[in-house]
């Protein structure tokens, strides 16, 4: 769609891997647990008046808590911008904690690959997100539910929700977002 796609987790991983993440920031990524709100919505605010940006934007894993999604919508509204549409992709569980857990990347590339979906090459030097360990991926999976679930209500309340099937090859769940957006 020609538009940048602005992902929190994507700079907070770049701001730990230039050290430019504090330590308390590192630890609660690491344990799935979210940043502080303030945090993301610098981030966000910052990134999203950059030029690349004035033609729209895609935002991936943000908002994520009730105060992230009414900063976001003061934000937009002081600059005459808003959310035209919202897509929550749904998954069963189970098919996200092995999603994430046999997730894995090319250090050289930053090329993802899935261990069952999508093998690497047998020479692609392979890393795992530490977030991504079973144990830290059911924390955030019950993180979701407690502080990120409850906007999907807000949301639909706006009109703006689009639920899309989660569940498929990566070119059918690829299709399904494309119509999502693009359906008035
Ligand atoms: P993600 O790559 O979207 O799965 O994010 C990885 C991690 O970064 C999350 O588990 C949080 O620790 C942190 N993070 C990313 N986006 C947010 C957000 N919107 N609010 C709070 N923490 C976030």
């Known amino acids: 769609m020609g538009i940048p796609q602005v992902s929190t987790g994507d700079m907070l991983r770049a701001a730990k891997a230039d050290g430019k993440l504090p330590a308390d920031l590192v630890a609660q990524m690491a344990g799935g647990a979210l940043v502080p709100d303030g945090v993301v919505i610098g981030l966000i605010d910052e990134r999203t008046r950059k030029d690349d940006c004035a033609p729209g934007f895609l935002l991936d894993g943000f908002p994520r808590t009730a105060p992230q999604a009414t ?48 093998p690497p090459p047998p020479d692609a030097d392979l890393e795992v997100r530490t977030d991504d360990r079973e144990d830290v991926v059911r924390k955030r999976l019950d993180v979701y539910e407690a502080m990120t679930a409850e906007l999907l209500p807000y949301y639909e309340g706006h009109g703006i929700l689009r639920r899309v099937d989660g569940v498929g090859s990566v070119d059918e769940v690829s299709g399904r977002v494309v119509q999502a957006l693009d359906a008035k």
Request: without cysteine; positive net charge; glycine residues 4%.
């Open 71 to 118: 900063a976001l919508d003061r934000l937009l509204a002081a600059r005459g911008q808003k959310l035209d549409r919202v897509v929550a992709l749904e998954v069963p569980h189970d098919l996200l904690l092995e999603r994430a857990v046999l997730r894995r990347a090319d250090k050289r590339t930053g090329q993802i690959y899935h261990l069952k979906y999508n």
